[in-house]
């Protein structure tokens, strides 16, 4: 038998379960008094919903689970390879989300504010920062298509983060409408718009050279590649500039009054900037998207974007929606590289004798429980050392079943 979880998962240290406990903990609590509220998904969907969920390159990661019994041996006799899986492990959480958000419509508030943090899956090549399974946090609007519900994601957000510790952050935001409108501008087709804005989203990693040289190596028209080239070239990509360049937009409109209210939010305590190049890996994303990133660290924390077309895919009519996502495990690796400890949460170990009479001690360990969160421990003869343990393992102090006293271990003297 192995002892090792299987490749791209993990297990957790108390140490490390108590980090991402506290974490989850500031989230949620910033969630929940913002007014959202927590549901819960399996975390198996049917496979035709995940194959039609327009998650771009995640389809190509979907842990797929084989039919059982007959069926399956059905499936293995016709040949047909497609055949062989009904279901799957969920890649995210906004499938099901909008999956659930169909199957009970008429039960839901509208706009129906929802909290998911859940366990998703990923077929991945595990590396580091890369795992086959991992926690989401989203908050979700759905049924809310005024900019009023970006606004509100991205000031909750921001706020969750701010529970936790982080400071100094930026709010990128775009809109790909804003984006597909520049770009066709430009000279690009329709049909070229996905291909260019993948390209396009690596601005910031490879520059205005980079992005030219790979579309010219994807084979787009040289003039047109020339364009965007040159536009890029002739100075910062302001939200003045590129607004110019569109013309009239509603969409530009949309994405000016959420930068602006964003930035009345912040109030000094993060940034809000207008991001051109973001574009937001999801397929499913229809217009603003956002992401958060950290100046000290690399790589987003947060992330998101409203998908209006989603829903219908189930319902039958679309429903508006917008969702922002916190990188729990970026920000749990992050916090544990930096030697973060959570917080005293008065933690006391309560020693007894081998012939005390343990009911006795679990009546005093209720006492002390209105103080304290108290373990019940054996006392062992070397008594200093077993403090010293103690106090590696986090215990504040600990106290004694046959007398009154309490020790204070470390911090705690």
Same mark, same amino acid.
């Given at each position: 038998?192995?002892?090792?979880?299987?490749?791209?998962?993990?297990?957790?240290?108390?140490?490390?379960?108590?980090?991402?406990?506290?974490?989850?903990?500031?989230?949620?609590?910033?969630?929940?008094?913002?007014?959202?509220?927590?549901?819960?998904?399996?975390?198996?969907?049917?496979?035709?919903?995940?194959?039609?969920?327009?998650?771009?390159?995640?389809?190509?990661?979907?842990?797929?689970?084989?039919?059982?019994?007959?069926?399956?041996?059905?499936?293995?006799?016709?040949?047909?390879?497609?055949?062989?899986?009904?279901?799957?492990?969920?890649?995210?959480?906004?499938?099901?989300?909008?999956?659930?958000?169909?199957?009970?419509?008429?039960?839901?508030?509208?706009?129906?504010?929802?909290?998911?943090?859940?366990?998703?899956?990923?077929?991945?090549?595990?590396?580091?920062?890369?795992?086959?399974?991992?926690?989401?946090?989203?908050?979700?609007?759905?049924?809310?298509?005024?900019?009023?519900?970006?606004?509100?994601?991205?000031?909750?957000?921001?706020?969750?983060?701010?529970?936790?510790?982080?400071?100094?952050?930026?709010?990128?935001?775009?809109?790909?409408?804003?984006?597909?409108?520049?770009?066709?501008?430009?000279?690009?087709?329709?049909?070229?718009?996905?291909?260019?804005?993948?390209?396009?989203?690596?601005?910031?990693?490879?520059?205005?050279?980079?992005?030219?040289?790979?579309?010219?190596?994807?084979?787009?028209?040289?003039?047109?590649?020339?364009?965007?080239?040159?536009?890029?070239?002739?100075?910062?990509?302001?939200?003045?500039?590129?607004?110019?360049?569109?013309? =009239?937009?509603?969409? #530009?409109?949309?994405?000016?009054?959420?930068? &602006? %209210?964003?930035?009345? *939010?912040?109030? @000094?305590?993060?940034?809000?900037?207008?991001?051109?190049?973001?574009?937001?890996?999801?397929?499913?994303?229809?217009?603003?998207?956002?992401?958060?990133?950290?100046?000290?660290?690399?790589?987003?924390?947060?992330?998101?974007?409203?998908?209006?077309?989603?829903?219908?895919?189930?319902?039958?009519?679309?429903?508006?929606?917008?969702?922002?996502?916190?990188?729990?495990?970026?920000?749990?690796?992050?916090?544990?590289?930096?030697?973060?400890?959570?917080?005293?949460?008065?933690?006391?170990?309560?020693?007894?004798?081998?012939?005390?009479?343990?009911?006795?001690?679990?009546?005093?360990?209720?006492?002390?429980?209105?103080?304290?969160?108290?373990?019940?421990?054996?006392?062992?003869?070397?008594?200093?050392?077993?403090?010293?343990?103690?106090? =590696?393992?986090?215990? #504040?102090?600990?106290?004694?079943?046959?007398? &009154? %006293?309490?020790?204070? *271990?470390?911090? @705690?003297?």
């Amino acid at each position: 038998m192995k002892t090792n979880p299987v490749k791209g998962m993990k297990d957790y240290l108390p140490g490390e379960a108590r980090l991402r406990d506290y974490v989850q903990g500031k989230i949620l609590g910033v969630y929940r008094e913002s007014g959202f509220e927590r549901i819960f998904t399996p975390m198996l969907e049917d496979m035709e919903n995940l194959d039609k969920s327009d998650g771009g390159d995640n389809l190509n990661l979907i842990f797929k689970v084989l039919k059982r019994g007959e069926k399956l041996e059905e499936a293995l006799k016709a040949g047909d390879e497609k055949q062989l899986c009904d279901m799957g492990l969920r890649y995210d959480l906004t499938v099901p989300l909008s999956r659930f958000y169909a199957a009970n419509y008429d039960s839901l508030p509208k706009p129906f504010k929802v909290i998911q943090t859940d366990r998703v899956f990923r077929a991945e090549r595990p590396q580091k920062g890369r795992m086959r399974e991992f926690v989401q946090c989203d908050i979700d609007i759905l049924g809310d298509e005024s900019p009023e519900a970006e606004i509100e994601l991205i000031d909750v957000t921001a706020r969750a983060l701010e529970a936790i510790g982080f400071d100094d952050f930026t709010v990128n935001i775009n809109d790909r409408r804003m984006l597909r409108d520049m770009l066709k501008g430009m000279g690009f087709l329709d049909a070229q718009l996905d291909s260019v804005c993948i390209t396009f989203d690596k601005l910031d990693k490879i520059g205005a050279d980079g992005v030219s040289a790979e579309l010219t190596e994807k084979g787009f028209d040289t003039a047109v590649v020339s364009a965007l080239a040159n536009f890029l070239k002739a100075g910062d990509m302001t939200f003045e500039s590129v607004r110019a360049f569109i013309g =009239e937009s509603p969409a #530009a409109d949309r994405l000016k009054y959420i930068l &602006d %209210s964003a930035s009345a *939010l912040a109030n @000094g305590l993060f940034k809000v900037k207008y991001a051109p190049s973001l574009v937001r890996g999801q397929g499913y994303y229809t217009g603003c998207v956002f992401e958060i990133t950290c100046d000290a660290f690399r790589g987003a924390i947060a992330g998101g974007g409203r998908y209006d077309g989603m829903i219908g895919k189930f319902l039958g009519r679309d429903v508006p929606a917008v969702g922002f996502s916190i990188g729990f495990e970026r920000i749990c690796q992050i916090l544990a590289e930096r030697g973060f400890t959570c917080p005293d949460t008065k933690k006391l170990a309560l020693l007894y004798l081998e012939d005390a009479p343990f009911s006795q001690v679990l009546q005093k360990a209720a006492q002390l429980r209105k103080s304290w969160t108290v373990t019940t421990v054996k006392q062992q003869k070397k008594l200093g050392k077993q403090l010293g343990a103690l106090e =590696e393992a986090g215990y #504040a102090a600990a106290a004694f079943f046959d007398n &009154d %006293s309490i020790k204070m *271990l470390g911090k @705690g003297e």
